[in-house]
C-alpha cells in the first residue's frame, strides 16, 4: 500500500508562484507513470504534467514552459514548480502514482489564482 500527500497548495496572484510537492510514505521504486493532475469546478480532471519509467517528461499545452515536474529520490517526493500563473490554473491538484498493477491518488490541494 502507498498513501501519497501533497502538499504547497493556496492563493497567489497572477503571475506569482507556487511549489506544489507530492510525498510517498514509503519508499518506493520502479513506478510506472507519475503525474500532476487538476480538476476545476464543473470540468473533468486533466493530467497536467507526468514522467514515466525512463524519465521522460510530458506537459499540458496549457502549462508548458511554466510548470516543471521534478523528483527527488531521496526524499520520495515529487515537485511541481508552477511559475506565471493564471486564473485558470486554478482547480484542486492531485498527484497519481502507477506502481505494479494500482493506481494511487493524493487527498487534493486546492490552487486558487486570483487577484
Known amino acids: 500500500q502507498v498513501q501519497l500527500v501533497e502538499s504547497g497548495g493556496g492563493l497567489v496572484q497572477p503571475g506569482g508562484s507556487l511549489r506544489l510537492s507530492c510525498t510517498a510514505t514509503?519508499?518506493?521504486?520502479?513506478?510506472?507513470?507519475m503525474g500532476w493532475y487538476r480538476q476545476a469546478p464543473g470540468k473533468e480532471r486533466e493530467l497536467v504534467a507526468g514522467?514515466?519509467?525512463?524519465?521522460?517528461?510530458n506537459y499540458a499545452d496549457s502549462v508548458k514552459g511554466r510548470f516543471t515536474l521534478s523528483r527527488d529520490s531521496a526524499k520520495n517526493t515529487w515537485n511541481l514548480q508552477m511559475n506565471s500563473l493564471k486564473p485558470e490554473d486554478t482547480a484542486v491538484y492531485y498527484c497519481?502514482?502507477?506502481?505494479?498493477?494500482?493506481?494511487?491518488w493524493g487527498q487534493g490541494t486546492q490552487v486558487t489564482v486570483s487577484s
Open positions: 497519481n502514482v502507477l506502481y505494479g498493477d494500482n493506481a494511487y
Open positions: 514509503r519508499t518506493i521504486f520502479s513506478i510506472k507513470t
Open positions: 514522467i514515466i519509467s525512463g524519465g521522460t517528461t
